[in-house]
């Protein structure tokens, strides 16, 4: 029996002798329940499992596994973050145990430009730099973990100074680690005596023309005693303060402070000599291991998250009662009058959307590269799916590093199953040849355009020295996991679908095109592509801010239960509009629907855009031209990532809803 311990001390049993998937399943309620002291009171936990275990016995299946569900789903959402990792233990330390204080990178919101620790002046230690060999996700966030002694005097030289100068002005932060606790600063907010954590402490500061260096770090290390000699670190809080050489009293490998201490101030124009120093306050804590990490994740904000996910559902309710009502009444009505006319011996002449029937699945122009990006499409939605899931569940916890976009990166490989196999029978529903080429097209159009927008930004923070900037052999593994993973299964999955019958259309297509007449104004591309993309971006325009405040002004993000949530809503509110405007597209006698509705379903990525754009312009100061490429570039790729996914959505079902309704009227 292995237990694996996760977020909300939410437990998974794999228990070898079970192959039942579902009394598997209720071994994992059981055993939550029991790890949920928030839900239960201690002395009535076993009580509470059983009567859990038991309840289930003789109900339905389809009933059981439903409730058993919502007790999972309401574990994972739950507001308790509490959470152990698969595999990480707790480091236990004793008395006069040492313990190491590592340097992760300099990060600034004014560049969005990593850089290694000792790319600036500090102390290095007497041996060599060991760093930590760090995974895929680590390497692209720019980490690199590394050993610092942080007690030495030393000398900069003026290339030295003026860069360090630099890098104050530009509001650089340094990070540091313990027992894999990065350091954060705790900041007032407003006049009251609340505080916020910020993470990493300000390399200095500057006082009009003049740089002042942090050179003193005040190091609160929380710890927890779980044994008479045995202690577990569950906080590290760092205050940075300036202190000059001169007011230092240095006396072996300790040192005191004169009173009227002085900040250090750099002078550009020559050598500046100075201590780096700090100073350790051990503070007693009830705070437990296992949630040590609250502090970091708990947001002040998750009120005005539930009154935005409240009001978009409202809204969406709202918008498919009403579109929903509307257009099952019209359709219906159509249908109706529709067949009629069909068993009726003086049938009028059709009209409207009945009309087409001939031509409604006549393959689009350039239907090779439509089944590509459908199929890229999938790859993308699956491993957002999957991701956000695991996240929420507590797999990919902010304490396993780089563990998100590692995650991220093999469940985009491992979708090219399902991206092949789709891509695959749309691609003979089409009646198209060649199979294999468009499965290579297929596996390579977006990983491609990837790769190569990469390689072009890569050179970029490669010129500036960048942490995050990707080393040949880093490049060569995603190149790997690519080529060895990602295109055989696209391969396979593909040619699995092509031997797979096509979707059946429900009539069938003419020989020759009917002409298309002229369109109302309503209906052009892009006037309809701007009004079907306001309703899928106000669904996630608020977590799309809190998002990007994580990745552009390092702030924690681990919302994923609400992030899920708003996922739904995202894909329920494209489908909506996208049946919707082809609906009307259908009835305009117009049966180029198929790009129509790809566009249409990923047009919320042109706001998102545009809200890169203002949040560029009003919450971010980047300063340098590099740094302003990189950021637009990053976010238009983004922004193409979104247009696949809703795009994708968008097409399939404005595809069900088509072959539904002609699938209801008897045409000849």
């Not at 499965?439 to 390579?444: Q, R, S």
């Not at 069938?508 to 309503?522: A, C, F, K, L, S």
Request: glycine share 6%; charged share 15%; net charge positive.
């Amino acid at each position: 029996m292995r237990i694996c311990m996760l977020r909300g001390a939410y437990c998974i049993l794999y228990v070898p002798a079970f192959h039942n998937l579902f009394q598997l399943f209720r071994i994992t309620v059981v055993v939550d329940v029991l790890l949920r002291p928030s839900l239960f009171s201690r002395s009535g936990l076993v009580y509470a499992a059983v009567v859990t275990d038991n309840l289930v016995d003789g109900w339905p299946p389809k009933m059981a596994r439903t409730f058993l569900l919502m007790v999972v789903l309401f574990n994972a959402f739950s507001p308790d973050r509490g959470f152990y990792i698969p595999g990480v233990l707790p480091v236990e330390f004793s008395e006069k145990s040492t313990v190491e204080v590592k340097a992760i990178k300099l990060t600034s919101v004014k560049t969005q430009l990593p850089f290694d620790y000792y790319s600036l002046g500090f102390c290095r230690p007497t041996d060599d730099l060991r760093y930590k060999k760090e995974n895929l996700g680590e390497i692209l966030r720019g980490d690199r973990i590394v050993n610092t002694p942080f007690v030495e005097k030393n000398t900069l030289s003026i290339e030295e100074t003026r860069l360090m100068i630099q890098r104050i002005k530009e509001e650089y932060r340094v990070h540091l680690l313990v027992d894999n606790l990065p350091c954060a600063t705790r900041v007032k907010v407003g006049s009251d005596e609340e505080y916020t954590l910020v993470r990493g402490y300000p390399l200095g500061f500057v006082i009009g023309e003049e740089a002042f260096v942090n050179n003193h770090l005040v190091l609160l290390l929380h710890y927890n005693k779980v044994g008479a000699n045995a202690y577990r670190i569950v906080g590290f809080d760092v205050e940075a303060q300036s202190m000059d050489h001169s007011t230092y009293n240095v006396a072996g490998n300790s040192c005191s402070v004169a009173n009227n201490k002085l900040p250090q101030r750099l002078d550009k124009s020559s050598a500046n000599t100075l201590y780096w120093s700090y100073s350790v306050h051990w503070r007693e804590s009830d705070i437990q291991w296992t949630n040590r990490w609250d502090k970091y994740l708990s947001m002040h904000n998750t009120q005005i998250h539930w009154l935005s996910i409240v009001n978009s559902t409202i809204t969406l309710l709202f918008l498919a009662g009403a579109l929903g009502a509307i257009i099952i009444r019209i359709v219906r009505k159509d249908i109706a009058q529709y067949n009629r006319l069909q068993e009726s011996d003086d049938a009028l002449e059709e009209s409207g959307w009945k009309l087409i029937h001939g031509d409604i699945f006549r393959p689009p122009p350039k239907s090779s590269l439509l089944v590509a990006l459908i199929g890229s499409g999938i790859q993308v939605f699956g491993m957002t799916l999957c991701t956000i899931v695991l996240a929420a569940i507590g797999m990919l916890s902010p304490s396993s590093r780089g563990a998100l976009m590692s995650s991220a990166l093999f469940l985009y490989c491992f979708m090219g199953l399902f991206s092949g196999y789709f891509a695959g029978r749309l691609h003979k529903t089409f009646r198209l040849t060649n199979w294999k080429r468009a499965a290579i097209k297929t596996a390579c159009l977006f990983p491609c355009f990837l790769f190569v927008t990469g390689i072009v930004l890569n050179l970029l923070a490669s010129s500036q020295h960048a942490s995050n900037a990707l080393s040949f052999s880093s490049i060569l593994s995603l190149l790997s996991m690519f080529v060895c993973i990602d295109i055989p299964l696209v391969l396979i999955a593909f040619r699995f679908g092509f031997r797979k019958q096509p979707y059946v259309s429900p009539v069938r297509t003419n020989q020759i095109p009917r002409q298309v007449p002229e369109q109302p104004v309503y209906l052009n591309l892009l006037f309809s592509m701007l009004f079907a993309g306001i309703v899928p971006f106000l669904a996630v325009f608020l977590e799309l801010f809190f998002i990007f405040s994580a990745m552009w002004q390092n702030q924690f993000y681990y919302l994923f239960g609400f992030l899920f949530i708003v996922f739904i809503i995202l894909v329920v509110s494209t489908a909506l509009v996208s049946v919707v405007i082809v609906y009307f597209l259908l009835a305009a006698e117009n049966y180029h629907w198929w790009w129509r509705s790809f566009f249409i379903g990923g047009s919320s990525a042109i706001y998102v855009f545009l809200y890169s754009v203002y949040y560029y312009m009003t919450k971010l100061e980047i300063v340098g031209f590099t740094p302003k490429i990189l950021y637009f570039s990053y976010t238009l790729l983004i922004s193409l990532t979104f247009w696949l996914l809703a795009g994708t959505v968008g097409f399939y079902a404005a595809y069900a809803f088509v072959r539904k309704i002609y699938s209801a009227v008897k045409i000849d």
